[in-house]
């Protein structure tokens, strides 16, 4: 699948990382032209604008933001202003569920899908896995499952707990 990522700091670079090992491709933007650089050395497809990032992305485009709280609103507006019916947004840090309610709502109208995903990990991520909180349209997270799976932890990555393990679960 193909997957668009703004925001290459430490996890949202080794988050673009694990899908390519995963056989995702992936289309990249960050303010830093470094961050957006050694993504695309190693396999990425690297844009300078917004503009360019989203012509790189087929319908229906799937975009995942991995930025901080406070610049996530801006980067929302400004990039759900490119994107069409069938689009998605992703929001992939931590910003308050209610934030998240009120931009499916708003972005609903337009038809472009809304996904709340707060992602835990860290820099071991890449290695690890991380745990998603994903919150979102049924359809549209059926339709990002391929996408999830290759970012989440396998099944055999952490032991099992002794309490999963005597109920049989």
Request: net charge negative.
């Amino acid at each position: 699948m193909q997957l668009g990522m703004i925001g290459l700091g430490r996890m949202g670079a080794n988050m673009v990382r694990r899908l390519m090992q995963h056989g995702h491709e992936c289309v990249v933007f960050d303010a830093s032209a470094d961050a957006v650089k050694a993504l695309t050395d190693a396999g990425a497809t690297g844009a300078a604008s917004i503009d360019e990032f989203i012509a790189l992305l087929r319908p229906p485009r799937a975009v995942w933001i991995m930025l901080p709280v406070p610049v996530v609103e801006g980067v929302v507006k400004t990039v759900a202003a490119h994107l069409q019916a069938g689009d998605t947004l992703i929001d992939g840090g931590n910003s308050p569920f209610e934030n998240a309610i009120r931009r499916a709502e708003s972005l609903r109208p337009a038809g472009i899908n809304f996904v709340d995903v707060g992602t835990s990990g860290g820099v071991w991520g890449l290695e690890n896995g991380y745990c998603l909180m994903i919150g979102g349209d049924a359809g549209t997270v059926t339709r990002l499952e391929d996408v999830f799976d290759a970012l989440a932890p396998a099944a055999d990555a952490a032991p099992r707990a002794k309490e999963r393990e005597d109920r049989g679960t």
